[in-house]
């Protein structure tokens, strides 16, 4: 089957920089929109950050001008370079792709295990 692993997740300094990664792998035709998430504690999960296919992006307002998305098509990876972190941004981040088409032509929505990024001095 396919899954998504997700990377790069640790304790920052506020106002420091981390990159994410999460690699798809598996019988994998084609994915369409890739993207972040995050949960806090006793939060729900929000959207941080999503990918088209063609690289159209959409941001969450808390994080526009900070983080940035993108994707290697060829790598089945999507990356989300986050910059002035802050303690809010500390989270359990998850990767998700909307629609990976695996090669005997099913469709499936997948979730990544999740990775933690902690802010704090």
């Known amino acids: 089957q396919v899954q998504l692993v997700e990377s790069g997740g640790g304790l920052v300094l506020p106002g420091r920089s981390l990159t994410l990664s999460c690699k798809a792998s598996?019988?994998?035709?084609?994915?369409?929109?890739m993207g972040w998430y995050r949960q806090a504690p006793g939060q729900q999960r929000e959207l941080v950050a999503t990918i088209t296919h063609g690289r159209r992006t959409n941001y969450a307002e808390s994080v526009k001008g900070r983080f940035t998305i993108s994707r290697d098509n060829a790598k089945n990876t999507v990356y989300l370079q986050m910059n002035s972190l802050t303690p809010e941004d500390t989270a359990m981040y998850y990767c998700?792709?909307?629609?990976?088409?695996?090669?005997?032509?099913?469709?499936?929505?997948?979730w990544g295990q999740g990775t933690l990024v902690t802010v704090s001095s």
């Open positions: 998700n792709a909307d629609r990976v088409v695996t090669t005997d032509l099913r469709d499936f929505e997948v």
């Open positions: 598996g019988n994998i035709f084609s994915i369409d929109a």
